[in-house]
């Protein structure tokens, strides 16, 4: 399992992708279709139509890193989305949780406190 740091940046992409896509394919779609900046160091999670094949890209302060999970059986299953939004930020319980197989569009969410909603 990957470590993450409390300050990262999780970025789940909305669309699927073909998983052929590696490196420079990757960076591209962050660029492109995100419109982030795929150096900050952040999260950016990559999913297949099917939603058997995962794929997370992160720069890892001298090169960029990719990790792979591939599941035999089930699907992963992200939170719903909003029309025309190209990602949606989650938190790093959120990004465990899918990993695990919890559809988070089933949990209830408490109320908690944040800088962006202060």
């Not at 399992?1 to 590696?22: A, E, F, G, Q, V």
């Not at 952040?42 to 890193?65: C, E, M």
Request: overall charge positive; glycine content about 8%; some cysteine.
């Amino acid at each position: 399992m990957l470590s993450i740091p409390p300050n990262t940046r999780i970025s789940l992409c909305t669309s699927p992708i073909d998983m052929r896509k590696s490196f420079n394919g990757l960076i591209g779609i962050v660029r492109n279709e995100l419109g982030d900046d795929p150096l900050t160091g952040h999260l950016f999670v990559f999913l297949n139509r099917n939603r058997t094949l995962l794929k997370i890209l992160y720069w890892d302060g001298d090169g960029f890193a990719i990790w792979f999970r591939r599941l035999e059986s089930g699907t992963f299953r992200f939170p719903v989305q909003k029309e025309g939004v190209p990602s949606i930020e989650i938190t790093r319980s959120g990004l465990s949780m899918i990993l695990e197989g919890v559809d988070l569009s089933q949990l209830p969410h408490r109320k908690r406190f944040s800088q962006k909603t202060a």
